[in-house]
């Protein structure tokens, strides 16, 4: 089946510095790449869609020049939060789109837990 | 607007059978997907349904009226590890997953 990988799989780092999330699709090709975040107890709340070759797009309530993505290639998408605070501490999720399979279906990285001091 | 409902939490005992059940309202639709999320982990794939009916896999089987906005997950033969969160998902017209807020499941002995 289709592998999704996440790197780091956990950080933890200082109020106000970037922290850069990879997202790579190793065995497919995926145009489209999704940026979840998870709370506590939550379910999985959509930062942005990610298309290779053009500008993500964010959802409403998601600031941009905060959570840049970049998704140069057809196998990598980065999240890089910029500035962190404490209230950024959370679950990022990445998912990347398989087109070629049968149900169009998400398959998810392992997530990348954030915890800023 | 686009909407998912299902259920919050959910409890079970081990070797009995539990539904459950989740309804959509998107704009257009591609597909209604069952996800697996066990806590502090990423969530993975059980089912998709996309025509009218049910889809069995094993111990579990996902089935869906589309005339209704309707699906339901059918968990069977309960096993302690089947505790976890699970999400129900509609593709809409984009090609986009709108997320339900997902059922905590807990299975006790």
């Known amino acids: 089946g289709a592998v999704v990988s996440q790197h780091p799989s956990r950080v933890i780092c200082k109020s106000g510095t970037s922290v850069k999330i990879e997202c790579r699709s190793l065995d497919f090709q995926a145009t489209t790449m999704f940026w979840y975040r998870q709370f506590p107890k939550q379910s999985l709340m959509l930062m942005a869609t990610s298309n290779e070759g053009s500008k993500a797009t964010y959802e409403q309530g998601v600031e941009k020049d905060k959570f840049l993505i970049n998704h140069a290639s057809l196998t990598l998408s980065t999240l890089t939060v910029t500035s962190a605070h404490p209230e950024d501490s959370s679950f990022y999720i990445c998912?990347?789109?398989?087109?070629?399979?049968?149900?169009?279906?998400?398959?998810f990285g392992p997530g990348t837990r954030l915890t800023v001091l | 607007g686009q909407n998912i409902d299902q259920p919050t939490e959910m409890t079970a005992t081990e070797g009995a059978i539990v539904q459950i059940n989740c309804t959509y309202q998107t704009s257009g639709f591609n597909g209604l997907f069952w996800y697996q999320q066990h806590a502090g982990e990423a969530p993975t794939f059980l089912s998709y349904n996309v025509l009218d009916g049910l889809e069995e896999k094993g111990r579990f089987s996902s089935f869906l009226s589309r005339s209704k906005g309707y699906s339901y997950l059918l968990l069977k033969e309960l096993q302690m590890k089947d505790s976890a969160s699970y999400l129900c998902?509609?593709?809409?017209?984009?090609?986009?997953?709108?997320w339900g807020a997902g059922t905590k499941l807990i299975i006790k002995p």
């Open positions: 998902a509609a593709m809409d017209s984009n090609y986009q997953l709108i």
């Open positions: 998912s990347a789109r398989d087109l070629t399979s049968s149900y169009n279906e998400q398959f």
